[in-house]
Nanobody, 115 residues
Framework: QVQLVESGGGLVQPGGSLRLSCAASGSGFSFYSLAWYRQAPGSQRDLVASVGPYGNRNYADSVKGRFTISRDNAKTTVYLQMSSLKPEDTGVYSC?????????WGKGTLVTVSS
């Protein structure tokens, strides 16, 4: 069993930066693929970025060059560094851990980009 707890969300002006963290408890963290998803108001939840067990990363086209996902297996934490934020980045950001058919979700943290 893995529990995921996100933190770091908040209100930020356009062009600003935020770093989200997702702390995991439980075993086997280093074997999981980790990802951040975003759900904007009235929209479905979309993949923002992912990092595999060997460090391979993928990003949604809308965040390439602005967001960076990283993982620290020693701290069992995954991060999402967000810069040059836009109003359309607003949403609830949720952390996901997946290994085979096993999948876990955090409850999410709200990011609001507004002046």
């Amino acid at each position: 069993q893995v529990q995921l707890v996100e933190s770091g969300g908040g209100l930020v002006q356009p062009g600003g930066s935020l770093r989200l963290s997702c702390a995991a408890s439980g075993s086997g963290f280093s074997f999981y693929s980790l990802a951040w998803y975003r759900q904007a108001p009235g929209s479905q939840r979309d993949l923002v970025a992912s990092v595999g067990p060997y460090g391979n990363r993928n990003y949604a086209d809308s965040v390439k060059g602005r967001f960076t996902i990283s993982r620290d297996n020693a701290k069992t934490t995954v991060y999402l560094q967000m810069s040059s934020l836009k109003p359309e980045d607003t949403g609830v950001y949720s952390c996901n851990a997946k290994s085979g058919a096993t999948e876990y979700w955090g409850k999410g943290t709200l990011v609001t980009v507004s002046s």
